[in-house]
């Protein structure tokens, strides 16, 4: 029986397999891309509406920061039908239940975030994951959540919990490196919108006094 090893896995190990892949990933042909095309084609192919978000999606809108995973936005009837169709046929759930799956071919963990439901603390707030097609853009053939919803959507993780403090990392990051304006917290829901005006005037304090 040929025993798969998990991606994160491979990666946590270390040593020159690690670093090269994490080269592979600027250039998109690590295995973490190709676990995100494969997938983007088989929910194209079903018909089932996602967007892509998290790390990937940091990418894709000028971020670039290595990652393990593939977070995947659908709604609960979509993630249904992926566990329908997909699983035993390239892709298997970590565990019986499990409303996630593990592309074989790579040992990368596709992780499915689930419409209505809540960023961080997972407790109601007036920030939810929202419809995948309501809020996806097209980018190099792929769906992946618009910027000012990931932006929400990090910031609503980040500011609820404590264990999610890189989702504000994420954030300040994208604000240096993509040049965010300010005024696109015009675009962003109340409950979140101080909270990027703080990290947005911290960095041009910084930027001010460097």
């Known amino acids: 029986m040929v025993v798969m090893i998990a991606y994160e896995d491979r990666m946590r190990a270390g040593g020159s397999a690690a670093l090269e892949e994490a080269e592979r990933f600027f250039m998109k ?12 084609k088989k929910l194209e192919e079903l018909g089932i509406p996602y967007a892509i978000v998290g790390g990937m999606a940091l990418t894709a809108h000028g971020y670039r920061r290595n990652t393990v995973d593939v977070d995947i936005l659908v709604t609960r009837e979509g993630n249904r ?11 298997v759930p970590p565990f019986a239940g499990s409303k996630n799956l593990r592309d074989t071919a790579n040992g990368v963990r596709i992780e499915f975030l689930i419409s209505g439901e809540y960023p961080g603390d997972g407790k109601p707030k007036p920030v939810a994951f929202p419809e995948p097609s309501a809020s ?23 500011m609820t919990n404590p264990n999610r403090l890189k989702d504000l990392a994420d954030v300040q990051e ?5 040049k965010l304006p300010r ?13 990027f005006l703080e990290l947005w005037d911290g960095l041009e304090s910084e930027r001010a006094e460097g």
């Open 29 to 40: 042909e690590d295995a973490v891309h190709q676990a995100m095309r494969a997938i983007g």
């Open 81 to 91: 039908l992926i566990h329908e169709k997909l699983d035993g046929l390239g892709y």
């Open 136 to 158: 996806a853009v097209n980018i190099e053939g792929l769906q992946y959540v618009n910027l000012p919803k990931l932006i929400e959507l990090k910031l609503a993780s980040g």
């Open 174 to 178: 994208l604000i240096k490196e993509i």
């Open 183 to 195: 005024t696109i917290a015009n675009d962003l829901h109340e409950f979140v919108r101080g909270k």
